[in-house]
C-alpha cells in the first residue's frame, strides 16, 4: 500500500499531524499499537488526570468549602470505584472521538507495532503477531514517551506505581509517597490527598515545580501545606523498598542532617518521562538518539531526508499543545507552506487548586540573561470576584522589559489560571507592552483583573485596588 504520509503513534503530536496532512489532501496513514487512539494524553494523561482532578475538588469543596456557602449536607465520603469508572467514561468518549476523525478524515488506522524496514517501507506487527508491510513517501515519528523509572526502584506496578497505576487505583491511599514534586507529583498527589490520602511529597530540589518561576513554587507550597501535604524539598531519596503492602523509604536532605524514613502503602514516582523508540527499528534507517531523544532540525526533519519526528520524543517541553503544533508545522511544510512555532509561547500548566499558568521568561531567566526587567504582580485576595468565589490564594506576576516595557513574562497562580493564560499568550504573541494590557478594558469582577492590575503594577508601579 502507498501513502504519501505515514504517522506512527496516534498520540496528540500523530493525530494532529495525520488530521493535518488529510485536510492539505496527502493520502495518509496512522499506525498505533494500542487498540485505542489518542496516546498517553487521551488514554493515560491528560484526560484522565484532569477528569480525577475534577472529581477530587468536587468532593473537596462538598467537604470543605459548601458549609460555609451556605449549603448543609451530611459528610460525604469518596467512593473511588466510581470516580475511576466516570474516568473510564471520559477518556472513553474522547479516544472515541479521535477514531471518528479518524473516519471523518479518510485516515488509514494501521493497529500494530510499527517499525522501519527501510525509510520508506514500514512494517507493523499485530498483538497477535500478524505482520504486514507498507510503503510511504515521508514519515512521521510521534511515538511520544513513558515515565521514567528510578534506577534502584522500578515500577512494580503495584505499590512502587508511575502516573499509569496512579489514574487505575482501587482504593484510597492511607499514605501515598509522592518522589518528585513536578507537574504529576503535584497534580496527583492533590488528587489523592483532597480524597483523604496522607500525602507526602519528596523533592531533589529546593522547590516545587522547579522549572517554572521560582514564585510559582513558593506559592504552590503554602497551597499544599493548607492542603494537608508533607513536603520535603531538597531531599534525595536513596532508597524505596517493598515490604508486603508497605512501601519503605529513605531520604536524605542534600544540605545535610538526618535522613528521613517513610512508611507509605503506594509510592508515586513522578520524576520525569523519557521519550520512547522501542521497537521502531531506527537502527535500519540510521537514526542514533541523543539523550534518548530523536535529533532533529528547526523544521523537525531528522538526518533522514523523508522522515520528520515530533512530540514528546524530540527536544523541548513534554506537552500536548506543543506536541500538537509540531503535527501541524510538519504537514504544512510537506504542503510547501512556511509554517512557524514560537516554543518561547507554547504555555504550561498545573491543574492543581488553585492552579498554576505560565508563558514567556521566568525571573530565573531573566537574572541569567542579564536582562534588565521589571515586575508587577497582583494578589488573589484582593479581587472581588476571588472574594465571592472564596478561592483567595494566589497571585499574577507580570516580567516586561525595564526598557520597553514589553512583557516577557506572565506566571499566575490562582483560580482558573488554565483559561486565562491563553490571554497572556496572545498578548505576548502580539509583542504587548504592560501597558497596553493595563489600558485594555477588562470585565468585572473576573479574575483577569489581576492580571491588567499585575500590568499596571509592572508598568507604572499603580495598581488601583492595591
Ligand atoms: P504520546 O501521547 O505519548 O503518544 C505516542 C503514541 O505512540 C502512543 O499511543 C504509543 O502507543 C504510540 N507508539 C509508540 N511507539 C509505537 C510504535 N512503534 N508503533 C505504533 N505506535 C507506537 N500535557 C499537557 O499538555 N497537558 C496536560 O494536562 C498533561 N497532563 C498529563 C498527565 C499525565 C499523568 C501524563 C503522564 C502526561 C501529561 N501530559 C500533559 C503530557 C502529554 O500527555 C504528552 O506531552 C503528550 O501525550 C505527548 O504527545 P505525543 O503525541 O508526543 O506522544
Ligand atoms: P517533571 O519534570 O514535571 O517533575 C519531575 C520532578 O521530579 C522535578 O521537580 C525533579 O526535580 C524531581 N526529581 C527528579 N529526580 C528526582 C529524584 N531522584 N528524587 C526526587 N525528585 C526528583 O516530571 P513529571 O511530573 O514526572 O511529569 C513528566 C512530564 O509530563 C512533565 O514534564 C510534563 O511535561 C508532562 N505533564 C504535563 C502536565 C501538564 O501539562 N499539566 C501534567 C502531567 C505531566
Not at 512494580?156 to 499509569?164: C, G, M, V
Not at 531538597?234 to 517493598?242: A, F, L, R
Amino acid at each position: 500500500m502507498q501513502y504519501n504520509v505515514t504517522v506512527i503513534g496516534s498520540g496528540p503530536g500523530g493525530y494532529v499531524a495525520a488530521i493535518r496532512c488529510a485536510q492539505l489532501g496527502f493520502k495518509t496513514a496512522l499506525i498505533e499499537k494500542y487498540d485505542t487512539l489518542g496516546g498517553t494524553c487521551l488514554n493515560v494523561g491528560c484526560i484522565p488526570s484532569k477528569a480525577l482532578l475534577d472529581s477530587s475538588e468536587h468532593f473537596h469543596n462538598a467537604a470543605h468549602t459548601f458549609k460555609e456557602h451556605g449549603i448543609d449536607i451530611s459528610e460525604p465520603k469518596a467512593n473511588i470505584a466510581q470516580m475511576i469508572k466516570r474516568k473510564a467514561g471520559v477518556v472513553k468518549s474522547n479516544v472515541d472521538g479521535i477514531a471518528y476523525l479518524m473516519k471523518k478524515n479518510k485516515i488509514e488506522v494501521l493497529t500494530g507495532v510499527g517499525s522501519f524496514v527501510d525509510k520508506n517501507t514500514i512494517k507493523i506487527t499485530s498483538k497477535e503477531g500478524k505482520e504486514s508491510q507498507i510503503t510511504t513517501e515521508k514519515v512521521i515519528i510521534a511515538t511520544g514517551s513513558k515515565p521514567t523509572p528510578l534506577p534502584f526502584a522500578p515500577f512494580d506496578k503495584k505499590r512502587i506505581i508511575s502516573s499509569t497505576e496512579a489514574l487505575e487505583l482501587k482504593e484510597i491511599p492511607k499514605h501515598l509517597i509522592v518522589i518528585g514534586g513536578g507537574v504529576i507529583g503535584m497534580e496527583l498527589g492533590s488528587v489523592y490527598a483532597r480524597i483523604g490520602s496522607k500525602v507526602t511529597v519528596v523533592e531533589f530540589l529546593d522547590n516545587l515545580i522547579p522549572t517554572m518561576d521560582g514564585t510559582m513554587g513558593k506559592e504552590l507550597t503554602k497551597v499544599a501545606k493548607k492542603l494537608g501535604m508533607e513536603l520535603y524539598l531538597g531531599h534525595k531519596v536513596t532508597s524505596v523498598e517493598v515490604k508486603g503492602k508497605e512501601v519503605l523509604l529513605k531520604a536524605e536532605p542534600k544540605a545535610g542532617g538526618n535522613a528521613v524514613d517513610l512508611k507509605g502503602d503506594y509510592c508515586l514516582v513522578s520524576i520525569g518521562r523519557r521519550p520512547y523508540t522501542d521497537g521502531l527499528g531506527l537502527e535500519k534507517i540510521g537514526i542514533d538518539l541523543d539523550k534518548g531523544k530523536i535529533p532533529v532540525d528547526d523544521h523537525l526533519k531528522t538526518k533522514v531526508d523523508n522522515i520528520y519526528a515530533i512530540g514528546d520524543v524530540v527536544r523541548g517541553a513534554m506537552l500536548a499543545h506543543k506536541a500538537e503544533e509540531e503535527g501541524v508545522l510538519v504537514a504544512e511544510q510537506l504542503a510547501g507552506q512556511k509554517p512557524h512555532i514560537n516554543y518561547l509561547l507554547i504555555p504550561g500548566v498545573v491543574y492543581t487548586w488553585p492552579e498554576v499558568a505560565s508563558v514567556g521568561y521566568t525571573e530565573e531567566q531573566l537574572k541569567e540573561q542579564g536582562r534588565a526587567y521589571k515586575t508587577g504582580s497582583f494578589p488573589y485576595k484582593a479581587l472581588g470576584r476571588a472574594r465571592a468565589s472564596m478561592d483567595l490564594d494566589g497571585l499574577v506576576k507580570v516580567l516586561a522589559d525595564k526598557a520597553t516595557d514589553e512583557i516577557l513574562g506572565i506566571h499566575i497562580i490562582g483560580a482558573r489560571a488554565a483559561d486565562m493564560i491563553a490571554a497572556g499568550v496572545t498578548a505576548m504573541e502580539f509583542r504587548a507592552s504592560a501597558e497596553d494590557i493595563a489600558r485594555i478594558s477588562h470585565a468585572h469582577p473576573t479574575y483577569m483583573e489581576a492580571v491588567k492590575e499585575a500590568c499596571l503594577a509592572a508598568t507604572a508601579n499603580r495598581p488601583i485596588h492595591m
